[in-house]
């Protein structure tokens, strides 16, 4: 194994940022150490360095171990961290990401809050997938109903572009080999996608669990924002992994799905599509996730108004100490 590059120590303002990060790094069968602001993953083959700033999600397969250093960098430095299966396609559990602004979270709060306003979103959502079709006026259930016809007819097209014998969509949870191999790759290739919108939903310190399409889960939100990708992203690039062969689908799907990722620059779009649809007026270029990367904790006063904190605000100015600054 090689060292893939070494940096110098970083400050918070000096993170990279989530949508130049690298889209996801997979690791079975290796113990993580820390050597500096990196991380090692050593096994029998040698110990390879990985730069932990650059890391937008790390995937631990099976027979990983990882030390309380790592954690502790990778926390530093805002990777996202979760404990997968075997194939890497079944999750586990997760680290939490570094975030250090509430706007994005209170921006999702208030749009989930109301009725109305999280109905607009689930069909901004629509209209980001499918832009051909107008979801305006549209009920829930016929954005459901919509969506639902839009992927199957999309496992159709692809399965006829690919040549691959097309049965109907089969997982069964916990049994990734009970499925034919096209059905393998589809779900290896989700399974990474949540992985990776798990990272830059955190990352931008996003709520998980508040979900506009998705509901009643931990990781509703994760699914919505993972699902503006499924049809243009990762289906097809399951299909093409099961049409080369049978043999090895999943470590195949995954890496098939990251140059994929690197090639159409998803991060970068993961990060601007979230935040147009939780703050319109901040999506584009102008507006980096770097500029939501303050450490300012505020206390909330009367009329929507924001003071200071660390200060006592029963008299005369006194720094009382803030834990958090």
């Known amino acids: ?110 749009q989930w809050a109301n009725p109305r306003s999280r109905l607009a979103v689930a069909r901004t959502m629509y209209r980001l997938r499918f832009p051909d079709e107008d979801p305006a006026g549209l009920t829930r259930h016929e954005l459901l109903g919509r969506e639902g016809k839009r992927v199957k007819d999309c496992y159709r097209a692809q399965a006829a572009r690919t040549g691959i014998t097309w049965r109907g969509r089969r997982y069964t949870p916990g049994h990734f080999t009970s499925g034919d191999p096209v059905n393998q ?44 990708y499924k049809t243009e992203i990762g289906i097809p690039v399951a299909f093409d992994v099961a049409a080369q062969n049978e043999e090895d689908v999943g470590s195949r799907t995954r890496r098939a799905l990251r140059d994929r990722i690197n090639e159409t620059s998803l991060l970068n779009r993961c990060v601007n599509d979230i935040k147009r649809l939780l703050i319109p007026q901040t999506a584009g270029p102008s507006s980096p996730d770097r ?30 100490g803030d834990e958090l600054r």
């Open 291 to 320: 500029d939501q990367d303050v450490d300012v904790v505020t206390l909330q006063s009367d009329h929507d108004q924001q003071v200071a904190s660390g200060v006592n605000h029963d008299g005369p100015d006194e720094d009382y």
């Open 185 to 228: 790759a589809i779900t290896a290739a989700a399974q990474c996608m949540y992985g990776i919108t798990h990272a830059v939903v955190t990352s931008l310190g996003c709520s998980p669990a508040l979900g506009f399409v998705h509901s009643s889960h931990e990781l509703s939100f994760v699914l919505d924002i993972a699902d503006l």
């Open 1 to 110: 194994m090689s060292t893939v590059s070494r940096r110098p120590a970083l400050t918070p303002r000096e993170l990279t940022r989530t949508d130049e990060r690298l889209s996801f790094v997979y690791l079975e069968r290796c113990t993580v150490h820390r050597d500096a602001n990196a991380i090692t993953a050593q096994d029998a083959e040698g110990t390879t360095h990985i730069p932990s700033a650059t890391i937008g999600t790390l995937l631990l397969g099976p027979g990983t171990r990882i030390t309380h250093q790592a954690m502790s960098v990778l926390g530093e430095t805002g990777a996202a961290v979760c404990w997968v299966g075997e194939h890497g396609v079944r999750y586990y559990a997760s680290g939490r990401a570094l975030s250090r602004s509430s706007a994005l979270m209170e921006a999702q709060a208030r």
